[in-house]
């Protein structure tokens, strides 16, 4: 898989392309990325990138030219070699990004992905070049860097090969629309605290049933809303129910927690 990043700082993306999970997947030829500065593609002698918006504000615009003369090359180089690319631009007004669109995003063969900067892009380069907008969230960064690689790492996680155990990436949280399960290491026992017996059992059933019951349970307390997105099996409603008993069980009563304060 290719991506060519558009970016005004390139630099930034040693974080995730010198170490790590996308490194290795780099090193391994699993995956590529490909930074091109616009300025690189600007024909003033200032290099200029943006200017002042029409109408007036604060902040500065992206040019159009630049960005498309960057995207165009980007495109060609991807195409010389085989790799038919789309164009994405990392926005807080675009499509909410989510697991299941990582999937589909990792189903592609290339992306441009174009890091805005100042207050955005001209729209006019929106409307010629760019065929999705994707947000990680609704808040604002100082630029589209930080975003581009959030989705980039999620998107080669995913792809074979890039982790060390193939099931990983499918028992991630989000992956089956459920937040993940608890999990232990060693050492078994610290102060009063245990591993739950089950996982010591050696009984592959029954840690896996006990895996997708504490992973709907986890959902239902921190994201009631997955499960009304997602839908459940009779047996998951099942392992649902028979968590919210024992977990109603274990919890003080309301007016123990009264009588105590």
Not at 7 to 14: K, M
Not at 75 to 95: D, K, T
Not at 171 to 191: K, V
Not at 235 to 256: C, F, H, K, T, W
Request: proline share 5%; hydrophobic share 40%; aromatic share 6%.
């Amino acid at each position: 898989m290719r991506f060519d990043v558009i970016t005004l700082f390139p630099a930034q993306f040693t974080a995730l392309t010198e170490e790590g999970v996308v490194a290795r997947a780099l090193q391994r030829r699993i995956a590529e990325i490909h930074l091109r500065n616009p300025r690189d593609d600007t024909t003033d002698v200032h290099r200029s990138v943006d200017d002042r918006p029409y109408g007036g504000g604060p902040g500065m615009v992206m040019r159009y030219a630049p960005l498309r003369a960057a995207i165009e090359a980007a495109r060609a180089e991807a195409a010389a070699a085989g790799v038919r690319s789309r164009v994405a631009y990392l926005s807080p007004q675009g499509e909410r990004i989510h697991q299941a669109k990582i999937a589909r995003i990792s189903a592609a063969p290339g992306w441009v992905l174009i890091a805005g900067r100042y207050e955005g892009v001209d729209e006019r380069l929106i409307e010629d070049c760019v065929d999705e907008e994707w947000s990680i969230g609704d808040y604002v960064l100082s630029g589209g860097e930080l975003a581009a690689m959030v989705v980039m790492d999620a998107v080669i996680r995913l792809l074979p090969g890039a982790l060390g155990h193939a099931d990983s990436a499918r028992q991630d949280s989000h992956a089956n629309g459920l937040l993940d399960c608890p999990h232990y290491t060693r050492p078994e026992t610290i102060a009063d605290q245990r591993v739950p017996q089950v996982l010591l059992s050696g009984d592959h059933r029954a840690i896996e049933r006990w895996r997708l019951q504490q992973a709907l349970g986890r959902t239902w307390q921190r994201r009631p809303e997955l499960l009304q997105e997602r839908g459940m099996s009779d047996v998951e409603q099942q392992l649902l129910d028979d968590y919210l008993r024992e977990a109603s069980r274990s919890r003080p009563s309301v007016g123990a927690e009264q009588s105590e304060q």
